[in-house]
């Protein structure tokens, strides 16, 4: 069995679902979201795309509802000694196999907790699930349990991210050199996903962001490559990955000589991120970190370039985005508490000059000052 945590911990997870169950006087969760089945048993796989289920009733005791795919890779990964199949064929509705096993558990009637807000359960198989149990019990919507208890690192979820960091940095060591005139973006990119790999680090939940030229103004991954130009501009968003805990870091790179628009962007995006890492302390709100990086933005007239959040939680991700809750955006009420993982990217996108400038890395929440997690400096890089 191939478990990253010890058995302790994740009995310390259990007992913390548990409790939230009872305050919320839930009989039974259904388990959707991959991350919630991973926190939980260390159930690792992508076969969630597809229907799965992971029941956990109010005395601890789980049933996972798979494919066969799926049988061999919960008892290799998890704590799950209870699995359960559904058949593949023609016209298949596991929502009734799942109807079938809670009936089996002597859950009819009872207060059911649903993770509804997942890409573990896609709209299609929602609406078969409800077609299913609208009659069964008391359906209570409980996406947000599980991923509010994921939201505070464990020590030793606290140690894979700060190997996470250390692979980061290690990226942006194997692409700095090959950041030049004439450099491909494809030896770029395989350089520091090679760095990751190399170091004992996983595939990220979604593809790295590359971009050069007019595309260096882009905040999400596209297909084609190109090489880079005598003075040229480069984003970069990538994400250093150790048994899924994801720890994210941002960068707009210059070749030649920077330009004076670039050099006035870097310092908007410095103070922003600056201004973002004073109001990252407990006793704020999500809302008042994006307030903080929205002030200084407004200071330098940046407000129509910058985007409406600028940042959010990391932990354990699975396909198809690192992104977790809570997000930093106006008016979010949630509190800053210590031992969080929070990305903060200050993005300003200029269409009107056709210039970019990013900087971001992740920070570790505490009492006070967050700890940021890269050993790299907040420089202006020109190479």
């Not at 305050?23 to 959707?32: A, T, Y």
């Not at 990086?293 to 699975?318: D, P, V």
């Not at 997000?327 to 970019?356: K, Q, R, W």
Request: with cysteine; proline share 3%.
């Amino acid at each position: 069995m191939a478990l990253h945590f010890e058995r302790k911990e994740f009995d310390a997870r259990r007992d913390r679902l548990l409790i939230e169950m009872a305050e919320q006087k839930l009989d039974v969760m259904l388990l959707f979201a991959q991350e919630s089945m991973y926190w939980l048993t260390g159930y690792d796989t992508f076969g969630y795309c597809f229907f799965q289920c992971l029941v956990v009733k109010s005395d601890g005791s789980m049933v996972l509802l798979t494919r066969s795919a799926d049988l061999r890779q919960a008892r290799q990964t998890s704590t799950i000694d209870n699995i359960v199949l559904w058949t593949d064929r023609d016209n298949s509705n596991p929502a009734v196999n799942l109807r079938e096993l809670l009936n089996d558990l002597d859950l009819l009637g009872m207060r059911i907790g649903v993770e509804y807000d997942t890409h573990g359960l896609t709209a299609g198989n929602g609406r078969r699930l409800d077609a299913q149990l609208s009659t069964f019990g008391d359906i209570v919507d409980a996406s947000d349990l599980v991923g509010r208890l994921r939201m505070l690192k464990s020590p030793a979820e606290i140690a894979k991210a700060k190997k996470a960091a250390h692979l980061a940095d290690n990226a942006l060591d194997a692409a700095l050199p090959l950041i030049k005139q004439g450099g491909d973006e494809s030896a770029i990119l395989a350089a520091m996903q090679g760095a990751i790999l190399q170091g004992g680090g996983d595939y990220p939940a979604n593809e790295f962001i590359i971009g050069s030229g007019e595309d260096a103004l882009l905040c999400r991954y596209k297909a084609g490559r190109r090489k880079l130009t005598k003075n040229d501009q480069l984003t970069l968003e990538w994400a250093g990955v150790f048994h899924h805990y994801h720890v994210a870091m941002m960068r707009t790179i210059l070749t030649g000589k920077a330009s004076k628009q670039h050099q006035s962007l870097y310092e908007a995006a410095l103070a922003a991120l600056l201004a973002v890492e004073r109001a990252m302390t407990p006793g704020n709100t999500f809302g008042e970190v994006f307030d903080a990086h929205a002030r200084i933005m407004e200071e330098h007239g940046l407000t129509r370039h910058r985007l409406n959040a600028c940042g959010y939680s990391l932990g354990a991700r699975f396909s198809p985005s690192w992104m977790d809750t809570p997000m930093f955006y106006a008016g979010n009420p949630e509190p800053v508490a210590p031992d969080m993982t929070l990305f903060a990217h200050m993005i300003i996108m200029d269409s009107d000059s056709g210039c970019a400038m990013t900087l971001g890395q992740t920070y570790l929440t505490t009492a006070g000052a967050p700890q940021a997690l890269s050993r790299h400096s907040l420089d202006l890089i020109v190479r």
